[in-house]
């Protein structure tokens, strides 16, 4: 499994804080939402990415539930 569910203009990306582990705020986006360095339970390399929930607070419409997880399309942040 990866994080990744599809491609298109923008990665939507499996960002549901329930996928994450060794997570570490590394900073601020310039849209305000706070930016992590994590890894997915699975395993694999370390990722930079949002928190879908803290999307959902400020731009739900960035946000989507696959296979009962949320999602970030990156494309609409």
Do not use: C
């Not at 803290?54 to 731009?59: L, R, S, T």
């Not at 739900?60 to 609409?76: C, K």
């Amino acid at each position: 499994m990866s994080g990744l569910f599809g491609l298109g203009k923008a990665a939507i990306m499996a960002s549901d804080v329930r996928l994450k582990t060794n997570i570490d705020r590394i900073g601020t986006r310039p849209d305000g939402l706070p930016l992590y360095e994590y890894n997915y339970v699975w395993g694999g390399p370390r990722y930079i990415g949002v928190m879908a929930h803290e999307v959902m607070a400020v731009k739900p419409e960035a946000v989507s539930v696959r296979d009962g997880y949320l999602a970030v399309n990156y494309g609409r942040l």
